[in-house]
């Protein structure tokens, strides 16, 4: 396994990150808790949930996947071996505290606690604003729409304020955010600096050969100010596995079953895809682990978040951080960038 720095600390993440929306979903607990004892193993020691999981999000489902992890923690007494990452969700449904903002220090408080209880631990490592209260272009939307009366979010020292709070209780231990844009970033780090409040670690968002849009911006922020990406999405909800080419629909796979998730879903995303398929064919190396791979190396990126649903996903993307990529290969990769930009944003 490879490891990376998690922001300007001296903690060192792995830099494959076991996601694990799909468990109390697609996963039972028992399958769960392979996947754990497995990435563990293999040196996997970076996990990140969220309240809102399972996905897709609902109210039966909230909630299960930290009960999961909680479970295993229980089980193995293994909580210390992990860096763990969980996230506060943003405006919600009226079944996640009865609806609207989150982050204000009421509710924040409450989703924390309740995160902890679940999760049966004492601490979280990294605690995640899941995405803006504002209204702003986040989850692949295009443009930005500015209304000057859009100011009903918490302001973001409230925010770090509350953060700082937990700090010193020793609930959580540092923060980041997530489905941010450049100026989200750029204004907690500034106003980190100016107050002396608690300094964003990372930023989770989407990022894969079909969406390479971080680059645009937040990459050169993530490198200089040490606020690392946190790649989720990698394979594009498995696209960049190669299994829906040709009008595939394997039988249990995220496509079959959510039928709504159609970002993916585009011509030039399907040429692209053919593309990539070609350059991993005739260098004789996995599709999945090269797409991986590409993500890992990028100077703006701390850790790629990987989802899996069987231990031979699980284990083909882990193997990806053995890959090595030449520089004819990331010059085709690049090429084919260049011909279909961002095609899945």
Not at 46 to 56: G, L, S, V
Not at 95 to 124: P, W
Not at 299 to 307: A, E, M, N, Q
Request: aromatic share 12%; with cysteine; proline share 3%.
């Amino acid at each position: 396994m490879n490891y990376k720095k998690l922001g300007n600390t001296d903690i060192d993440v792995s830099t494959i990150c076991l996601g694990t929306m799909t468990w109390g979903e697609q996963n039972t607990q028992e399958e769960a808790f392979e996947q754990m004892d497995y990435a563990l193993d293999q040196g996997v020691n970076f996990w990140d949930t969220a309240e809102i999981y399972a996905i897709p999000p609902k109210k039966n489902t909230y909630g299960k996947t930290e009960v999961i992890i909680g479970n295993w923690f229980e089980k193995t007494k293994k909580r210390n071996d992990i860096i763990l990452a969980s996230k506060v969700a943003g405006p919600m449904k009226e079944y996640v505290r009865g609806g609207g903002n989150n982050y204000g220090e009421k509710k924040i408080t409450e989703a924390l606690d309740g995160s902890l209880k679940r999760l049966k631990t004492d601490y979280i490592d990294l605690y995640q604003l899941h995405w803006p209260e504002r209204k702003t272009n986040f989850f692949g939307s295009f443009g930005y729409d500015h209304k000057e009366d859009d100011n009903e979010w918490t302001a973001f020292e409230e925010i770090l304020g509350s953060l700082k709070k937990f700090i010193d209780q020793g609930k959580i231990r540092h923060i980041g955010i997530s489905n941010e844009t450049a100026w989200g970033l750029s204004k907690f780090l500034e106003l980190s600096n100016q107050k002396n409040l608690p300094r964003v670690l990372s930023v989770q968002n989407p990022y894969s050969l079909l969406n390479r849009s971080y680059e645009v911006g937040l990459a050169e922020i993530s490198v200089r100010e040490k606020s690392g990406l946190l790649a989720y999405s990698p394979l594009a909800f498995g696209y960049l596995t190669g299994k829906y080419r040709n009008g595939q629909l394997p039988d249990h796979s995220r496509m079959k079953l959510f039928k709504d998730f159609t970002r993916y879903q585009n011509e030039n995303g399907q040429k692209a895809v053919e593309e990539y398929y070609k350059i991993a064919k005739d260098n004789n190396i996995d599709l999945t682990q090269m797409c991986l791979k590409f993500i890992e190396i990028q100077p703006f990126v701390t850790s790629v978040i990987i989802g899996a649903t069987t231990m031979e996903q699980l284990k083909t993307n882990i193997e990806s951080v053995n890959l090595k990529l030449s520089n004819e290969i990331i010059k085709e990769i690049n090429e084919v960038q260049k011909k279909y930009p961002n095609p899945c944003p």
